[in-house]
C-alpha cells in the first residue's frame, strides 16, 4: 500500500478562498437587490411640500437604497403620506405629484423627470388688492370724518374684532361729536 502526502494547504490559499465565498453571495445579492427591496422594503413618511433631498435623505437611512437625483431637481417639493407601502410604491406616490419618476440604473435608483407627466403650470400669483387711495389717517386729518367712518365700519364687517378699526371709528366719532351718542 502506497500513501501519498499532498501539501498541507497554506493559510493564505484558504482565508482567499473563504473570502471568495463570501463574497460571491454579497455581490449577487447586491446585483438583484434593488428590485427586490423595492418591492420588500416598506416605508413610513409624511412630506408636506418638503424638498425631494430631504425625502430622499429619510427613505435612503430607512431603507440602505442607494437613490439619486438627476440634476436639476434639487428645488422640486414633495408631499404625501406613505404607511407602510413598500419603497417602489412610496416613490411612485410621492414622485407622480412631482411629474417625476424614478428608474432603476445599475445597483441604484435615479430619480428624473416623468416626460410623460404634463407640464406643471407655474402657479399664478394673485396681485395683491391695492391700498387704498387715501389712507383713513389722511381722511380724518383732512376732516373727511364720513369717508373715513364709511371705510371703517366696511372694514368693521370683514373683520368684526379688529381693535385698531374699533379705536379709529371711537376716533373719527369723537372728533364729529357723535361718540356716545346712539
Do not use: W
Not at 67 to 75: F, R
Not at 152 to 180: H, K, Q
Request: with cysteine; net charge negative; charged share 30%.
Amino acid at each position: 500500500m502506497r500513501f501519498m502526502v499532498h501539501p498541507r494547504p497554506s493559510l493564505s490559499r484558504v482565508s482567499v478562498a473563504i473570502l471568495c465565498i463570501l463574497l460571491l453571495p454579497a455581490s449577487t445579492l447586491h446585483a438583484q437587490s434593488v428590485d427586490d427591496l423595492l418591492r420588500e422594503r416598506r416605508v413610513n413618511l409624511r412630506a408636506d411640500g418638503t424638498l425631494i433631498d430631504e425625502v430622499i435623505g429619510l427613505l435612503i437611512r430607512e431603507t440602505g437604497v442607494d437613490i439619486e437625483l438627476e440634476d436639476g431637481l434639487e428645488e422640486f417639493e414633495l408631499s404625501g403620506e406613505v404607511v407602510n407601502l413598500p419603497l417602489g410604491e412610496a416613490l411612485d406616490l410621492l414622485l407622480a405629484s412631482a411629474g417625476l419618476e424614478y428608474q432603476v440604473r445599475e445597483n441604484r435608483v435615479v430619480i428624473r423627470r416623468d416626460p410623460d407627466a404634463p407640464e406643471r403650470p407655474v402657479p399664478e400669483v394673485e396681485p395683491e388688492s391695492p391700498p387704498p387711495e387715501v389712507s383713513l389717517d389722511v381722511l380724518i386729518r383732512g376732516g373727511e370724518y364720513a369717508e373715513a367712518e364709511r371705510q371703517i365700519r366696511a372694514g368693521l364687517e370683514e373683520a368684526p374684532g379688529d381693535l385698531s378699526a374699533i379705536l379709529l371709528l371711537v376716533r373719527v366719532l369723537n372728533e364729529t361729536g357723535r361718540y356716545g351718542k346712539a
